[in-house]
């Protein structure tokens, strides 16, 4: 009989208060930076380190707040490298937001990589590290059938199905999948 070893790996504690400061102080010198290569001034962004899973920081806009999420547990796995390369990703995005508007320019295009340039950042979209120890979230899976088999698909599709924005068929018999009602 053959033995499997499992492996289990010890959770990751978040940045502290100290790092969290400087993280945030690195956020507002590229703002800083920026202020000086467009001659244009820039309003200080809120920044939060509430973003758990597999990304290092986002930049999200919302109605007219903008805000900057750090991954407090991948900074604290990869410190030196989040700062070098997060902190310019998400206030590149901040500027280019600034600039030219919500969806006027692709995410990473032009705009956003040229503003990378000039911050002498990496202009790399994602980074590849190894995330054992890290939080993350697990979507909720919902049970659906086709006529061969069932499906449990994750809430991002659910929600499409329920909201009458998408239909999903069965690869093995090409029937729709339909919620299993319980």
Same mark, same amino acid.
């Given at each position: 009989?053959?033995?499997?070893?499992?492996?289990?790996?010890?959770?990751?504690?978040?940045?502290?208060e100290?790092?969290?400061?400087q993280v945030?102080?690195?956020?507002?010198d590229y703002?800083?930076?920026?202020?000086?290569?467009f001659?244009?001034?820039? *309003?200080? &962004?809120d920044v =939060?380190?509430? /973003?758990? +899973?597999?990304?290092?920081?986002?930049? $999200?806009?919302?109605?007219? %707040?903008c805000?900057?999420?750090?991954?407090?547990?991948?900074?604290?796995?990869?410190y030196?490298?989040s700062?070098?390369?997060?902190?310019?990703h998400?206030?590149?995005?901040?500027?280019?937001?600034?600039?030219?508007g919500?969806?006027?320019?692709?995410?990473?295009?032009?705009e956003?990589r040229?503003?990378?340039?000039a911050?002498?950042a990496? *202009?790399? &979209?994602?980074? =590849?590290?190894d /995330?054992? +120890?890290?939080?993350?979230r697990?979507? $909720?899976?919902?049970?659906? %059938?086709?006529?061969?088999?069932?499906?449990?698909?994750?809430?991002?599709r659910?929600?499409?199905i329920?909201?009458?924005?998408?239909?999903?068929?069965?690869r093995?018999?090409?029937?729709?999948?339909?919620?299993?009602?319980?």
């Open positions: 009989m053959a033995q499997f070893s499992r492996i289990i790996y010890a959770m990751i504690e978040p940045i502290d100290s790092q969290k400061a945030v102080a690195l956020t507002g703002i800083g930076l920026a202020r000086h290569i001659r244009r001034r820039f *309003a200080p &962004v =939060n380190f509430d /973003l758990i +899973g597999s990304s290092s920081g986002m930049f $999200r806009v919302s109605g007219r %707040h805000e900057i999420r750090y991954n407090p547990w991948i900074f604290a796995k990869y030196d490298e700062l070098e390369s997060t902190v310019p998400e206030v590149a995005h901040y500027i280019v937001h600034r600039l030219y919500l969806g006027r320019v692709a995410a990473h295009g032009e956003w040229s503003i990378m340039a911050f002498g990496d *202009a790399s &979209v994602t980074s =590849n590290h /995330l054992s +120890g890290i939080p993350h697990r979507q $909720r899976r919902w049970l659906y %059938h086709c006529a061969c088999q069932e499906h449990r698909i994750s809430t991002t659910h929600n499409r329920t909201r009458g924005r998408d239909s999903y068929l069965c093995s018999c090409g029937g729709e999948l339909k919620q299993v009602r319980v």
